[in-house]
């Protein structure tokens, strides 16, 4: 009985013996620990940035109206007659150069929704300038103009820059964002005009005249793309269409003030840019696991 249970106890010890054996690594081949297993880092977009932006601003649609006022609308002074007057004037198109800078905040959401608010100011040389000239019958009535057949105008316009303030969503693609925007414009302009009616060929009354700066408020909308390159660095593409109503210029004749005419600019244009932006305290939210 005793031998049995020494045999007994002994087979015990040899066979856990040789199961840990079995677990051990060969000596043929290094151990190696298992390998972490890391999720790919997402982009946050939170925080404020700075940056440059260049392109290209092409004009549509520009165009002036230029419409009588004042006495000239009054039946005693002049018998209700078509008046000088012409409207869709100086339509021009063409593309100028832009460039200017841009500051912004952007506010990532837990679903990967951006919200943002961007600001920017930007260089535009545009230049633009037309003129006309209308023959009618002899003006009848009473009035200074009575008699004359003919008027003129001749007009300059510059807008030298504009800026806009526009809220952005966007949706955070790790990093790249795709985002649409649209807010208010604002421009400043400089402008001279002026106008001269003539009987057979002769300046009669005095010339109506108007010379001036003014700063405009409009709207505009648009879309683009932003991808960061480093946790702080990021280029964008963007596309705006911005519409600007420069309101209503007096042309007074100094001669005879009740008498004017009234000139109405507006100006369109869509806006194609690059830009670089940098980003300031950049992380991302680094994710991983190990198993």
Same mark, same amino acid.
């Given at each position: ?56 601003? &092409? ?46 905040? /952007? ?17 535009? /040389? ?6 006309? &000239? ?34 952005? &969503?966007? &949706? ?77 210029q007096f042309l007074v004749n100094a001669a005879n003030p009740t008498y004017y005419y009234v000139n109405k600019n507006e100006d369109r244009m869509h806006v194609v840019r690059a830009g670089l932006n940098y980003r300031f305290g950049g992380s991302n939210n680094a994710v991983f696991a190990k198993y």
């Amino acid at each position: 009985m005793r031998n049995a249970f020494l045999c007994s106890v002994a087979l015990s010890v040899l066979t856990v013996a040789g199961a840990n054996a079995a677990d051990l690594p060969s000596r043929s081949q290094p151990y190696m620990p298992p390998a972490a297993v890391y999720a790919p880092s997402v982009m946050n977009w939170t925080g404020f940035y700075v940056g440059v932006n260049v392109g290209a601003a &092409i004009a549509s649609g520009t165009s002036n109206a230029i419409a009588p006022g004042g006495d000239f609308l009054n039946p005693a002074a002049f018998p209700p007659v078509a008046l000088p007057g012409v409207s869709g004037f100086g339509q021009k198109s063409g593309t100028n150069f832009t460039g200017g800078f841009q500051v912004g905040y /952007n506010y990532q959401l837990n679903n990967s929704l951006v919200l943002g608010l961007e600001g920017d100011i930007n260089y535009r /040389n545009r230049n633009r300038s037309g003129a006309f &000239i209308s023959a009618f019958p002899a003006l009848a009535g009473a009035g200074p103009f009575t008699g004359t057949d003919g008027f003129s105008y001749s007009g300059q316009n510059r807008n030298e820059w504009f800026a806009t303030l526009r809220p952005r &969503i966007g &949706i955070a693609l790790d990093r790249a964002m795709p985002y649409l925007t649209g807010g208010l414009a604002y421009s400043g302009t400089g402008s001279s005009s002026s106008a001269q009616f003539a009987t057979a060929g002769a300046p009669t009354g005095g010339a109506f005249l108007s010379t001036g700066g003014n700063k405009t408020v409009g709207w505009t909308v648009g879309a683009g793309l932003e991808y960061a390159f480093t946790n702080n660095l990021s280029a964008k593409a963007e596309y705006l269409y911005v519409n600007m109503d420069h309101g209503s210029q007096f042309l007074v004749n100094a001669a005879n003030p009740t008498y004017y005419y009234v000139n109405k600019n507006e100006d369109r244009m869509h806006v194609v840019r690059a830009g670089l932006n940098y980003r300031f305290g950049g992380s991302n939210n680094a994710v991983f696991a190990k198993y």
